[in-house]
Structures are given as structure tokens and as C-alpha cells.
């Protein structure tokens, strides 16, 4: 009997998948540290923002170190961060600091994840490694890879925490051991970058030189690139403007009407907004064919929607009307992920694909600090008025992009309705 053979970036994706899970699924877990951990409602929201003092430098840092390194290395680092993190945040229920070097060290894995994992998913999924893989595959597998591992996490972790035994520890239990799982197939994964690939397959990009110190590679020079500075930049911020406003603002705007259930609700709000931001990923590639490549657009149009609406639930607080807000930001989200995703692989050379998608993703994770801005302006000004200003932005942003946009497509003439810039 024949073996059937898995798709090199299969192998890649379970570790990708596992590294987004243990970066959100501490966030249905605020609640449980409030009423357990007895930590005060200032230290568990310190505890979340924590994550960001790894992720940073994650995305940053390990993309420059895996351009020369190789992918599998580093992500494999990643894999064992990540795997240290919920040893720590299982064992440090009584110690803010063992919690705070856990969530650090869950952003670090994340950063990898997000800028080594998806370069490395993105060259798997392009020849010699797969022939004939599908329009879109590049920017949509790795994207959909981390959303689902978002969102599952989440999913997962809110549940055990409001049915399972011992809601501190038992969800960090699961993520390690589906970790070591994880780790298997991503030692047999192909290499694309670093010494492994001084003599490259036959049509494989030759490696970068290694010349000089290391930190000399954090430079990407695709960074000044105009498609990324006049449309994927003032978009960027909005891909996760989007989760946290549909999770973390309107579970809160919400709360009053929801008893004992806060935790449960804010879960399925995770899940929805993110499920419905993988839903949609699949046809992000054929949506920016049909509209002549203004996907990008359409999803910031969408974003500003989403916003309005969370203008509305926050006046009628009803639980029901609020999950709308979900499947609105969310499917945004996954429409805006993924086309400025495929705007920053179609402007970097070889060298910057993972640097440069290392800075997307850093300058997408800074609209995650919008929700704890709106919190700090509620003695100013309630969520409604707040969100109506956000509004105003996005479509400020949109207007922007659509305008760069289509400048760029009458740059490129005819029958070009992705300019490569």
C-alpha cells in the first residue's frame, strides 16, 4: 500500500496552531484569577498586557534570527517558550511573577508563531515545496492557522474554566501536552532559510549571506516600500482593533445583564469573532479577484460597520444584539488579516518575508491596546461616544488605503488588478 504524503506545511501548521492557543487563552481566565488568585482587577489586566513584553520581540527578533538561522530552530525555541509559559502559569497561581515570566514568555512563542511560522508556511506553500497550491494559499493558510488557534484556545480554556476541575491549571495542562504533539511533525518539516539551505533544492532561494553580526539583519528594508507604507500600514492596526473591541469591550459593555454568566459569554464572543474571522479567510483570495484587488477596502468598510454597531450595543446593552458585533468584526478581522497579509508577501524580497511580516504583525497587535484606552477614557467619555470616534477613524483609514489603492492599479495599467508596486 502507497504512503500517503503530508503536505510539507502541514507539518509546520500544529505548532503555529498551538503557539496562538497558548497566546489567548488566558483571556477568558481574568475572572478565575479575580475570584481565586484574589488578584485585583489592576494586576489580572497587567498580567494580559505582559503577553506584549514577548511578543514584540518575538516578532522581531526571531525573524531576523530564523532568516539566518533557519525556520525550524527558531520555531522550535518558540514551541519550547510556549511550552514553559503554561509550566509557569500552571504552577504560579499564588505568584504574580511566575505569572508574569509565564505570559511573557507565551508572547515570545506567539511572536514566532506570527512572523517565523508564517514565513515558513508561506514558503511551504510555493515551489518546489507544492507545485500547484491553491490562489491565496500563502497568505491564507497561515493566517487561518493562527486565527482557529485564537479562537480555539479561547474556546477551550473558557470551558474547562467554567465546568472542568481546577480552572488554574488544567487548561494549561492540555496546551502542554498538545504541545509535545505538536513538536513532532515540525522536527521532519522541509527547511527554507539559514545554513540548512547552503546548497538549495532546485528552484529553492539561495540563503542570505551570513556575514557580520546577527542583529544586523533586523533591518528590512521593504519596511519604506510604498505599498506598505501608504496601504498596509494604515490598515494594519485595525486587524486586531477589531478581536478586541468584539471581545473584551463588548462582553464589558454588556456585563450588567449577564449575572454569573460574564465568563461563559465572553467566551463564546472570542470564539465567534474569531470563528467567523476563519470562515470567511478561504475566500479572501477570490473576493480580491472580483473586486479587482480591493479586498483590503472591503474589509476596512466592513471594520467601520462593525464599529458603528458596537456603537449600538453599547446604547441597547443586549446580549443578543452584541453578538452580531462578533460576526461583523470578526469576519472583518479575517478579510483584513489576510489581504494586507498577501500586500507584505507580494513586496518582500526573500530575505525580508519574515521581518517584514514580523512588523505587520507588531503594528496589527498595537490595535489589541485600544481596548484598554477606551477603558481608561469611561470617566470621560462612555463606550457609545468613544466608539463612534473609532468609527470616524477607521473610515479615515479606509479612505486612505481605497485612495492608494487605486492609484497603485493606475500605476500598473490594464489587466493588473494586484499591482506588485
Sequence with gaps: MSRVRTAPWLRVAPAVFLLAWGGNHFTPLLHVYEEIGHYSPWQANLLLGMYVFGLIPGLLVT??????????PVLVAGLVSGALGSILLACG???????????????????????????WIKELSSPPHEARAPDGAGARRPSLTLTLGFALGAGVTGSLAQWGPAPAQTPYAVHL????????????????RGTAMLTPAPGAEAPASTAGPWWQDLRVPSVGHRRFTRIVLPAAPWVFAASGVAYAVVPAVVAPNLGEWATLYATVMTVLTLG??????????????????RALSIGLALMS??????????????PAFALLVGVVLGSAYGITVVSGLAHVQAIAAPGDLAGLTGIFYAVAYSGFLLPTLLAALLPVSPYPASLAVVALACLGCLAVVATSLARLRREAGPGHPQPEG
Design 305 to 318: 460597520a462593525g464599529m458603528l454597531l458596537a456603537v449600538v450595543a453599547g446604547i441597547l446593552r443586549a
Design 276 to 293: 467567523c474571522g476563519a470562515a470567511v479567510q478561504p475566500f479572501v483570495a477570490g473576493i480580491d479577484r472580483r473586486t479587482r484587488g
Design 63 to 72: 525573524a531576523a534570527v530564523s532568516d539566518r538561522y533557519g525556520r525550524r
Design 177 to 192: 501536552a498538545l504541545t509535545v504533539l505538536a513538536a513532532l511533525p515540525l522536527l521532519r518539516a522541509p527547511e527554507t
Design 93 to 119: 497561581l499564588e505568584s504574580m511573577g511566575l505569572l508574569s515570566v509565564g505570559r511573557l514568555l507565551a508572547g515570545l512563542g506567539v511572536g514566532a508563531a506570527m512572523s517565523v511560522g508564517a514565513s
